[in-house]
């Protein structure tokens, strides 16, 4: 404590000679104004210009924190800070503020962030020979002894962003600025770029409010990457911009130049995955840095300034404030090196004296020898400035910007992320270098065209494999080659026969596997785009869409039945209709026996009267009613009784129901075939006891049903797990003959299913597809033929190429073609309605033999009649029927010969007894018989 007090004293003594010296006999200070007075001679007063106009006091928190964190320390020099605020636009004002602020004894400067009062600043600073630190970024080619920066300027800043293009092989990009303020930023970057083939074509933003004018003009340009230098404040609304037309996938790269992103609000954007890469000089790897910014962002807060930003993090603070704070701790070090510090040290100066200031140079020259770990990493000095510069290469990540490498000045970029750190080949896909193209053998994608030989796990050629993928790749190259930038291609097929899965250590196998060891440049075949894949590789855009779907044996049809048109009732119903048929016959008998007004003299033919009542219903005729109305034909008799009529109604009834019934169920049967398959729906097959279902065990279809979280596909991969034997195979051949062998269903990728069915004529698709899946080609992360192969399929698919390549490798070989539909009304099956024409001849063979029996017996009755021998009487008879061309009429013999007075009726007994004169007779009684007789 002693101690303290005597230096303390000692200070004050050396002070107040001072003080002394500078006083006039006129000027007497109380006690306490010459202990202030006498503080004040020892500090060093450090100004820092502000724009009136801009939001800056938490850069004033800042040297505050850190003038208040070096006099902490006890370093021998005390700094005081000193604001001075000037409006930029009027230049003369900021001269006269400047030389106010020198003779108020400010010696050290930071320099204000307008270009043109800095220049006054640094002329002044100049020729005073007073230190000017300038923590901006700024254009530093111009020479200036006491200028003193350890900021990055555009040079520094442009080697990093062309370092980023060369390595992810961006060679053509739109630089996007808010007006001709940003030029200076990106002069750098477009002439380093050059040197590197790297074009760089800049653009300005309109008088719009927003960006999505200038961003649609650009996408329709066909440019991929930009490099975006506009105000901080906008940044917000060109990412919303850059969302609100779907320009962030992996096509699109933004390269941000300023090196305050982190006080962005990206969180509502960050989820979209958009490709945002930027650059920091603030040093988070250091465990202390973030502690110091987290201490200085309390401090400002804890007097009411906080950083303006909604997403802002409290271990981050402005590339400013921090550059300011190692600023200042490098000038405590440099003027350490000076104590004590002499008494002309403190002594003002004058913009219009003519000497200098006598300690700026050895301050700079202190300050070019002097190091620290800052906020903004190591820095080292020497005569030419800060030895090496240190940018974090930050990308934006769903959880926010994260660290994926560092470019240093003197090493240049080093990529931590293993998945971006390798450098790609922009050279690729000529004769000398031809990209290195993986595939799979899966028809009709790629297929040998020997299949006898064994396939060729190595370098292949189009002599060997033939395919859709094949003339995909040659109808891309073609359409690349006429923009100039054409690839080669050497083709091998994947080693382990996958497409490519991650085991439970997070390796892959298969064709991602080949990308990632960098043994391919592209995977092509049936490559499924999924969230797995994509996290380690990129893909193009989708050149097909296919589904899950079940491949199943096809349903076989009944065989052909002649009498399919009986089918049209059950049998119980054809039984059924017979017996209500004959009980109608039967009862319509019975009931007109018993009814009077059934019974009539009237011949129900002729209408004469007759002295005998006849009824027409008897069983015969009763039972041919009833056949004739089931039939819908007429009959020749009729009920009169309202009981008869009654029934006959009802019977009517039933038969016309019956029969609309019938004719409906006839259309439908002689028409549709009906297919018998045992499930339509992925529902009903797990219901399905007995047809066991399995697929692949790797790809996209296993590890949808892996990782699915819908209930019953999470079932159904459980009970494939479960099942033995295994339902999980090794290729589609296999699982294409086990199901049409047995009951097993294979789910697989419709294209696939598609093409199958196409050839084998015992398997088809039962029902729609479980999901939506896109085949794409793989490419390493950032290739540059991704954006330009993707281009390629997109003209491809608008121009129907790939759907006529589709029908040519689909339909190709085909066998089982399935009939058209037709528009019209189909054609009736012959062999279904084979049955009606075996009725039919039936009934003919039937009805043939019936007349013969009818024949026979007329005659052998006429013989008995006429005494006549049966011979002749056939002989007569079919002597007549024979006789095709004679008359249709025929006559009823009488029953009484007028001669001999012989009872007959034949036609026999008239040619024996040569009566060429007879009496037709309609069976008439015997009175109206013998009233036509009485003359005889």
């Known amino acids: 404590m002693f101690v303290v007090f005597v230096n303390f004293f000692i200070v004050l003594t050396f002070a107040g000679k001072q003080l002394a010296a500078q006083q006039t006999n006129s000027q007497r200070y109380s006690g306490s104004e010459y202990f202030l007075r006498a503080y004040e001679a020892q500090t060093v007063k450090i100004g820092i210009t502000l724009d009136k106009k801009k939001e800056s006091r938490f850069l004033e928190k800042a040297l505050e924190f850190t003038v208040q964190q070096i006099n902490g320390q006890n370093q021998g020099v005390h700094f005081k800070p000193y604001f001075i605020y000037i409006d930029t636009e009027d230049v003369l004002e900021a001269s006269r503020t400047v030389c106010k602020s020198i003779a108020d004894g400010v010696t050290i400067q930071f320099l204000p962030e307008d270009t043109a009062v800095a220049t006054d600043f640094q002329t002044a600073c100049d020729r005073l020979d007073l230190p000017c630190m300038d923590i901006s970024l700024r254009d530093s080619s111009f020479p200036a002894s006491t200028i003193f920066s350890i900021e990055p300027d555009v040079h520094i800043v442009g080697s990093a962003v062309v370092d980023v293009m060369r390595h992810f092989g961006y060679n053509r990009s739109a630089a996007i600025l808010d007006g001709s303020a940003g030029i200076t930023q990106l002069d750098p970057v477009i002439v380093q770029g050059r040197s590197h083939n790297i074009s760089v074509t800049i653009f300005y933003r309109n008088e719009e409010s927003t960006y999505r004018t200038l961003l649609f003009h650009l996408r329709s340009l066909g440019f991929r990457t930009f490099v975006v230098a506009i105000d901080q404040t906008n940044i917000g609304l060109f990412v919303q911009n850059v969302a609100e037309l779907n320009m962030h996938d992996n096509l699109y790269t933004y390269i941000f130049s300023d090196m305050d992103i982190w006080l962005s609000d990206l969180n509502q954007i960050s989820h979209i995955g958009i490709n945002l890469l930027a650059f920091s000089p603030l040093d988070v790897t250091n465990h202390v840095n973030p502690m110091k910014m987290s201490q200085m962002v309390n401090y400002a807060a804890a007097r009411g300034v906080t950083i303006d930003s909604a997403a802002h993090n409290a271990e981050i603070v402005p590339v400013q404030a921090a550059v300011l704070h190692d600023s200042l701790h490098l000038i405590a070090k440099a003027l350490e090196s000076f104590r004590p510090l002499p008494r002309e040290f403190y002594s003002p100066v004058s913009c219009s004296a003519a000497s200098r200031w006598p300690f700026g140079s050895s301050i700079m020259n202190y300050l070019n020898t002097v190091g620290l770990d800052g906020l903004t990493g190591t820095i080292t000095m020497q005569p030419s400035g800060r030895y090496q510069h240190t940018l974090r290469l930050l990308k934006l990540e769903r959880n926010g910007l994260s660290d994926i490498g560092v470019w240093n000045s003197k090493t240049g970029l080093n990529i931590a992320d293993r998945n971006l750190a390798k450098p790609l080949k922009t050279t690729a896909g000529t004769e000398d270098d031809p990209l290195r193209v993986v595939s799979i053998l899966q028809a009709p994608f790629l297929m040998l065209k020997d299949e006898s030989k064994a396939p060729p796990y190595g370098e292949i050629t189009e002599k060997d494999v033939h395919g859709f993928l094949i003339s995909l790749l040659n109808r891309v190259s073609r359409l690349i080659a006429s923009e100039g930038k054409g690839f080669k291609y050497k083709l091998y097929l994947v080693p382990d026969r996958e497409f490519g899965l991650r085991d439970k250590t997070g390796n892959w196998s298969g064709m991602v596997k080949e990308i990632l060891e960098d043994r391919a440049d592209l995977a092509v075949g049936p490559f499924t785009l999924t969230a797995q894949r994509e996290s380690v590789i990129s893909f193009t855009k989708p050149f097909m869409t296919a589904g899950i779907g079940i491949l199943y044996q096809a349903p076989r049809g009944s065989a052909p039945n002649l009498f399919a048109l009986m089918r049209s009732l059950s049998v119980n119903l054809w039984f059924a209709s017979l017996v209500a048929t004959a009980a109608i016959g039967v009862s319509l008998w019975i009931i007109g026996r018993f009814s009077p ?220 073609v399935k009939d058209e539909k037709s528009t019209g009304p189909s054609a009736i099956n012959s062999t279904l309605v084979g049955g009606a024409f075996l009725i039919l001849a039936g009934g003919l063979v039937i009805a043939m033999i019936m007349v013969v029996v009818e024949f026979v017996w007329n005659a052998l009755h006429n013989a008995k009649i006429d005494k006549a021998s049966l011979w002749t009487e056939l002989v007569l008879e079919l002597r007549h029927a024979l006789r095709f061309t004679a008359s249709s009429t025929r006559p009823v013999l009488q029953k009484q010969c007028r001669t001999c007075g012989v009872e007959t009726h034949s036609l026999a007994a008239a040619q024996m007894h040569e009566h060429k004169d007879y009496t037709p007779m309609l069976f008439l009684d015997a009175a109206t018989r013998h009233s036509h007789t009485g003359k005889h």
Not at 765 to 780: E, S, V
Request: proline fraction near 3%; include cysteine; charge should be negative.
């Open 597 to 816: 007004l059934e019974w009539s003299n009237e011949h129900f033919c002729t209408g004469f009267a007759t002295t005998w009542a006849v009824n027409v219903f008897n069983l015969r005729n009763s039972l041919w009613f009833a056949m004739c109305s089931l039939m819908m034909q007429g009959c020749d008799i009729n009920p009169r009784a309202v009981s008869t009529r009654l029934l006959g109604g009802v019977w009517w009834f039933y038969t016309m129901f019956l029969s609309a019934h019938f004719i409906a169920k006839l259309a439908s049967v002689l028409t549709v075939e009906k297919m018998s398959v045992p499930f339509s729906s992925v529902d009903e097959l797990v219901k399905h006891q007995e047809i066991r279902y399995g697929m692949l065990n790797h790809g996209s279809t296993f590890e949808f049903f892996q990782d699915s979280k819908i209930p019953i596909y999470k079932e159904m991969f459980e009970k494939m797990n479960a099942s033995f034997p295994s339902v999980f195979v090794d290729s589609y051949d296999e699982g294409v003959k086990r199901v049409a062998s047995e009951k097993y269903a294979f789910l697989m990728e419709s294209t696939e299913i598609e093409y199958r069915v196409q050839r084998n004529c015992d398997v088809t698709q039962i029902g729609g597809t479980l999901n939506t899946i896109q085949y794409g080609i793989g490419t390493p992360k950032n290739s540059p033929w991704t954006e330009q192969i993707s281009m390629a399929i997109l003209y491809l698919i608008e121009n129907s190429t790939i759907a006529e390549l589709r029908e040519q490798w689909w339909k190709r070989g085909s066998v089982c």
